[in-house]
C-alpha cells in the first residue's frame, strides 16, 4: 500500500508537470446554456449548473485536435444526484464521428456515482467498461484525464489509469480514431430515463440546481487551425507509434489498472456474451490492453 501511494504521488506530480496550463474562460466556449456558467474571477475555475430537464450546461474548447492530452479537476454534484449526468469527453463533429468519453452518472445519497467509459469510432460506440469509484468523488476535486495517442487511448483518475484502448486497426481490424479532429468538451445534463439503476429511480427535481465544480484545464494537445486544417502532427502527442515499444503503461502503471480493474469495474462489454454478434466476442477484447 505505501508503495502505490509513492507511484501515485510520481504519477500525479509527473502528469501536472507535462500538460500545458490553458483557462477556462479564454480558451473555452460555452455552446449550450451559457447562463448556467460561473467563472471565477481568474478563469480558472467554473461551476455548471443543471436547471431543468431541458436547461444544463456545455462547455467546449476553442480549438480542435488530433493526438493529445486533456485533464482537469472536477467536484462532481453532492447529494441526491439521481438521473444527472456529468461528463469529460472529446468528440468530433459531424457525421460517424469519434468519441472519447468519460461519463458520471449520478444516484440517490449514500450510493456510489458509476463512472462510464466509451470510445466511438466512424459513429460506432458500444465499448462500454463502468467502474464505481474508491473515493468520494462529491468532497472534492479529483483530476480525470484523457490521452489519445496514435498507439492508444487512456482514461486516467487521480493520474490511475483504470483503462486502455490500444491502437489495433492495422494489425487486426480494429477501428480506431486516427483522423477526425476532435474538441474536448464537458457537461451536464438531464437522463432520468436511463442515468440511475437504469431509470428505476428519477430526479428529484425540488434540490435543482445540481452543479459540478471545475478547477485548472490542462492542454497538451496537437492543435488544428481553423476549420479543422492544419492540425500538428510533429507535436509530441504525435510521436507515439503502434509499433513502438515505448508506447504502452509502465509495469508500475499496469499494476495500478489492473488492481483498479479488478476492485471497482462493475461492467465490461467484453464480458457481456449478450452483447457479442454470433455469439463471437470483439477481436480487441482478445488482445494485450495496456
Given amino acids: 500500500m505505501v508503495r502505490l501511494r509513492a507511484l501515485l504521488l510520481v504519477a500525479v506530480a509527473a502528469a501536472v508537470a507535462g500538460l500545458a496550463a490553458a483557462n477556462f474562460r479564454d480558451d473555452c466556449d460555452i455552446p449550450w446554456e451559457p447562463q448556467n456558467a460561473k467563472f471565477t474571477s481568474d478563469g480558472n475555475g467554473l461551476s455548471m449548473s443543471l436547471v431543468s430537464n431541458s436547461s444544463g450546461c456545455m462547455l467546449r474548447t476553442k480549438k480542435q485536435y488530433i493526438y493529445g492530452t486533456v485533464s482537469t479537476l472536477i467536484q462532481l454534484v ?72 496514435p498507439c492508444m487511448i487512456v482514461w486516467y483518475v ?90 504502452q503503461l509502465s509495469p508500475d502503471q499496469r499494476e495500478l489498472m489492473q488492481s483498479r480493474q479488478r476492485n471497482y469495474t462493475i461492467y465490461d462489454y467484453c464480458v457481456d456474451s449478450k452483447r457479442w454478434t454470433n455469439g463471437i466476442k470483439p477481436t480487441e477484447c482478445s488482445l494485450p490492453q495496456y
Avoid at 466509451?118 to 467498461?129: D, Q, R
Avoid at 468532497?139 to 490521452?147: A, L, R
Avoid at 440511475?196 to 465544480?213: C, E, H, I, L, M
Fill in 78 to 149: 453532492p447529494g441526491n444526484s439521481a438521473g444527472t449526468v456529468t461528463t469529460y469527453y472529446a468528440s468530433s463533429v459531424g457525421d460517424n464521428h469519434d468519441e472519447i468519453d468519460f461519463e458520471f452518472l449520478g444516484n440517490v445519497s449514500g450510493q456510489p456515482y458509476t463512472f462510464h467509459t466509451n470510445i466511438y469510432t466512424n459513429g460506432v460506440g458500444n465499448k462500454e467498461i463502468q467502474f464505481k469509484p474508491w473515493f468520494d468523488p462529491t468532497t472534492g476535486y479529483h483530476n480525470y484525464t484523457i490521452s489519445w495517442s
Fill in 158 to 247: 487521480d493520474s490511475i489509469p483504470i483503462r486502455v484502448f490500444r491502437n489495433y486497426q492495422e494489425s487486426y481490424g480494429v477501428a480506431y480514431p486516427t483522423s477526425r479532429p476532435m474538441y474536448a468538451y464537458s457537461s451536464i445534463w438531464a437522463a432520468e430515463d436511463w442515468a440511475t439503476q437504469g431509470g428505476r429511480v428519477k430526479t428529484d427535481w425540488s434540490k435543482a440546481p445540481f452543479v459540478a465544480n471545475y478547477q485548472n484545464i490542462h492542454l497538451d494537445v496537437c492543435e488544428c487551425g481553423g476549420g479543422g486544417g492544419g492540425c500538428s502532427i510533429n507535436c509530441p502527442a504525435a510521436a507515439a507509434k503502434p509499433n513502438n515499444g515505448a508506447c
